[in-house]
């Protein structure tokens, strides 16, 4: 196990930005309002949307400015698709769409049994062309991975190719499970932290992410 959970960090792109790590330590602390730690999600979705698409192909077409005619690179094929993991992933969304006004969005609701922790569809809905497009999944905690792993193989079923995933703190045997089953699919984060407690939560983590965005805890 320890020798698969190695190899799959080594797949992560941890993004150690000094704005990106010092809102997280906000996130963190357990006396952060509801409004605060919705603000500073959005925030952090907004610094990681720079992180994930930094690599998004370029095209070249010509403009006038005010005082001359020249060539200017401009974002090239088919916009994107944010695909947030409901309820916690709405809280990058707002951020990344404030970057990419023009990107598609994706709902994928999943609950995560309170016994098995399996990962439970109770609403998917993507774009009509979704499998032609980058897919960003957008889901705060990659503790299991089982809910993860269950949108990106609703993903696929549909005809994705081209999937990232963008959450903010991830566990170790979440990272093994989520590459034991999309190899191909790439992750971005925050922090990778220690582990699991027995109930499924990340350690030293933030608690529920959707319960602290939304007041519900």
């Given at each position: 196990m320890e020798g698969a959970v190695a190899t799959a960090i080594e797949q992560v792109n941890v993004v150690r930005h000094p704005l990106v790590q010092h809102k997280l330590t906000l996130l963190r602390d357990k006396d952060r309002s509801t409004?605060?730690?919705?603000?500073?999600m959005n925030e952090i979705g907004m610094l990681l949307c720079y992180e994930v698409t930094r690599d998004l192909p370029l095209a070249t077409?010509?403009?006038?400015t005010p005082l001359a005619t020249m060539q200017?690179?401009?974002l090239a094929g088919k916009k994107l698709v944010f695909a947030p993991i409901l309820r916690a992933g709405e809280g990058f969304l707002e951020g990344m769409l404030t970057l990419v006004p023009s990107a598609r969005v994706a709902h994928i609701g999943l609950y995560r049994d309170p016994k098995t922790l399996?990962?439970?569809e109770y609403y998917f809905k993507a774009p009509p062309d979704v499998a032609e497009r980058l897919v960003i999944v957008l889901d705060p905690?990659?503790?299991t991975a089982n809910s993860a792993v269950a949108a990106v193989d609703r993903l696929?079923?549909?005809g994705c190719r081209e999937i990232r995933l963008v959450c903010l703190l991830a566990a170790p045997e979440g990272i093994a499970h989520f590459h034991g089953q999309h190899p191909d699919v790439p992750?971005?984060?925050a922090a990778v932290d220690s582990h699991l407690d027995e109930k499924g939560y990340i350690v030293p983590g933030l608690g529920d992410a959707g319960d602290r965005m939304f007041g519900t805890k």
């Open positions: 409004q605060g730690f919705r603000r500073l077409i010509t403009i006038e200017a690179p401009i399996a990962a439970v905690m990659l503790a696929k079923e549909c992750i971005w984060t």
